[in-house]
Nanobody, 122 residues
Framework: QVQLVESGGGSVQAGGSLRLSCAVSIFTYMMAWFRQAPGKEREGVAV????????YYDDSVKGRFTISRDMAENTLYLQMSRLKPEDTAVYYC??????????????????WGQGTQVTVSS
C-alpha cells in the first residue's frame, strides 16, 4: 500500500513561488503531480520516473515548475515559480505501480494523496 500526504499549498500573488511536498511511504516507478480546478478535469502537470530521475512537464508549466524527489527523505516535491492565476487548483500527488500508462492520464495512477489547495491572486 502506498500512502501519499501533500503539504505546502497556500495563497500567493501572481509572480510568486510555492513549494509543494508529498510525503511518500514508498516510491513507485512513476510519480506525478496533478491539479484540478473547479469545474475542470484533473490534469497532469509534472511527471518523474523515479529510478532514472527523468522528468516531463505539461506545456502550461514548462519552465516554471520543477518536480524532484529526495530518496533519503521519502519526499516528492513540486517547486512552482512565476505563478499565474490560472495555476489556481487543488494539487495532488500521484503514484503509479502499473506499467504502460500514459504519463499525464489520471487512470495510469492508482494511488493519490488528499490534495492541497493553491490559490494565485492577480
Amino acid at each position: 500500500q502506498v500512502q501519499l500526504v501533500e503539504s505546502g499549498g497556500g495563497s500567493v500573488q501572481a509572480g510568486g513561488s510555492l513549494r509543494l511536498s508529498c510525503a511518500v511511504s514508498i516510491f513507485t516507478y512513476m510519480m506525478a503531480w496533478f491539479r484540478q480546478a473547479p469545474g475542470k478535469e484533473r490534469e497532469g502537470v509534472a511527471v518523474i520516473l523515479i529510478s532514472r530521475g527523468s522528468t516531463y512537464y505539461d506545456d502550461s508549466v514548462k519552465g516554471r515548475f520543477t518536480i524532484s524527489r529526495d530518496m533519503a527523505e521519502n519526499t516528492l516535491y513540486l517547486q512552482m515559480s512565476r505563478l499565474k492565476p490560472e495555476d489556481t487548483a487543488v494539487y495532488y500527488c500521484a503514484a503509479a505501480t502499473k506499467y504502460g500508462g500514459s504519463l499525464y492520464t489520471a487512470r495510469a495512477y492508482n494511488y493519490w494523496g488528499q490534495g492541497t489547495q493553491v490559490t494565485v491572486s492577480s
